[in-house]
């Protein structure tokens, strides 16, 4: 079973549907114990760094959520890849997850933000299990983003600056754009992730 972390303020119902075409039993919750027993933990995410940690720890979740990207396959999208970080400054300098050391920062672009459209990806390295979809366009929606070390970014974008699109640590995967917005390519984004991993 895949559990996708409901703290109200997740697309869950998108990122479930997704999930749940590739064949997958989904359950939304925030309940603990159905947390530990699934197989996958998915961190899906709409609003900003703050708000979105004050209700983690609101639900008591914040060292569940570390203990769990410890012991299985743990994906964040969107602001939930944010929170991945140790810390964000999206409505006040606030404490992330602390899962993958770097920044949540304000995209420093000429561009207009927030970044909303479509953007290739580039994916480089021969062990990057994701290096098939350099080229493919994917759907993104942010004004912030990743500040972090090389080793921990397996796929970038360009919008005015390099933006860490795809990344991870171990088990831990972070996707900054919208795959269950992004069509055929965003599904198969998410196969490699549960086959990665399975």
Same mark, same amino acid.
């Given at each position: 079973?895949?559990?996708?972390?409901?703290?109200?303020?997740?697309?869950?119902?998108?990122?479930?549907?997704?999930?749940?075409?590739?064949?997958?039993?989904?359950?939304?919750?925030?309940?603990?114990?159905?947390?530990?027993?699934?197989?996958?933990?998915?961190?899906?995410?709409?609003?900003?760094?703050?708000?979105?940690?004050?209700?983690?720890?609101?639900?008591?979740? +914040?060292?569940?959520?570390?203990?769990?990207?410890?012991?299985?396959?743990?994906?964040?999208?969107?602001?939930?890849?944010?929170?991945?970080?140790?810390?964000?400054?999206?409505?006040?300098?606030?404490?992330?997850?602390?899962?993958?050391?770097?920044?949540?920062? +304000?995209?420093?672009?000429?561009?207009?933000?927030?970044?909303?459209?479509?953007?290739?990806?580039?994916?480089?390295?021969?062990?990057?299990?994701?290096?098939?979809?350099?080229?493919?366009?994917?759907?993104?929606?942010?004004?912030?983003?990743? +500040?972090?070390?090389?080793?921990?970014?397996?796929?970038?974008?360009?919008?005015?600056?390099?933006?860490?699109?795809?990344?991870?640590?171990?088990?831990?995967?972070?996707?900054?754009?919208?795959?269950?917005?992004?069509?055929?390519?965003?599904?198969?984004?998410?196969?490699?992730?549960?086959?990665?991993?399975?």
């Amino acid at each position: 079973m895949i559990a996708i972390v409901d703290y109200g303020m997740g697309n869950v119902a998108s990122v479930s549907t997704a999930f749940r075409k590739l064949g997958y039993e989904v359950e939304i919750t925030d309940n603990k114990e159905r947390l530990q027993k699934a197989s996958h933990i998915i961190l899906p995410g709409v609003g900003s760094f703050q708000a979105a940690m004050e209700e983690i720890e609101a639900r008591g979740l +914040k060292t569940l959520l570390r203990e769990l990207a410890e012991q299985k396959p743990f994906l964040g999208i969107c602001l939930g890849m944010q929170l991945l970080f140790t810390e964000g400054f999206e409505g006040g300098r606030t404490e992330g997850l602390c899962i993958i050391p770097g920044t949540i920062e +304000k995209m420093e672009t000429e561009l207009l933000l927030p970044h909303i459209g479509w953007n290739a990806l580039l994916a480089e390295g021969e062990r990057n299990p994701f290096s098939p979809f350099t080229g493919k366009h994917v759907y993104f929606v942010h004004s912030f983003a990743a +500040k972090t070390d090389q080793a921990y970014v397996a796929a970038t974008a360009e919008y005015g600056l390099t933006v860490p699109a795809i990344v991870r640590k171990g088990n831990v995967y972070g996707i900054q754009f919208h795959p269950e917005k992004s069509g055929e390519i965003g599904v198969d984004i998410l196969k490699t992730f549960l086959q990665e991993e399975a």
